[in-house]
Structure formats: structure tokens, C-alpha cells
């Protein structure tokens, strides 16, 4: 599953919302990562997802791949609405 988020709070995607998707990522099973400006990285990776430097406004591609993706697609989902990062 792919699904695109648009960041807008105004830090952009930093530490405390990243820790969020972060955890949420890896209570799943599936394979989870997240794309930014051509740089596709593992959401289970809290150094990754922090080295992507996600500012306000930017573009992110979420992609979940395998037996639970469609649940940990939801979840994010959520995550990304709950931290006001859309």
C-alpha cells in the first residue's frame, strides 16, 4: 500500500511526532518506509526518519508491504492526524 501525507505543522516532522511513527511502525510485522525528496527510508529507523530533515509543507510517501500492511497503514494514518502533522 503507498499513500501520500502533506507535513504541515510548522516544525515539519521532528523529533516527538517522528518517535510516534517510529513506534507505531514497529509494532507491525510489514515492511514500512517512508520517501521524502527522492530518499527512501525504513519508518522503523528513528535516525532515518530524523536524517530526512521533513520541513513544513513538504510531501512524504508512506509505503506498507506485507502480511499486516493494510492495518499498519491505518494506524499511521492516524498517528500523522493525532499529531496534527497533516
Known sequence: ??????????????AKP???LV??????DCDITI???NKEIDLKSIIGVLS????S???????????DEEEA???LSKVFA???LL
Open 57 to 67: 509543507g513538504a510531501l512524504v510517501v508512506v509505503k506498507t508491504s506485507g502480511d
Open 35 to 37: 520517501t521524502y525528496e
Open 18 to 20: 517522528a518517535t510516534h
Open 23 to 28: 513506534r507505531t511502525a514497529n509494532s507491525y
Open 73 to 75: 497503514m491505518k494506524d
Open 52 to 55: 530526512l530533515g521533513v520541513k
Open 1 to 14: 500500500m503507498e499513500k501520500e501525507f502533506v507535513i504541515r505543522n510548522k516544525i515539519g516532522l521532528h
Open 82 to 84: 493525532s499529531l496534527n
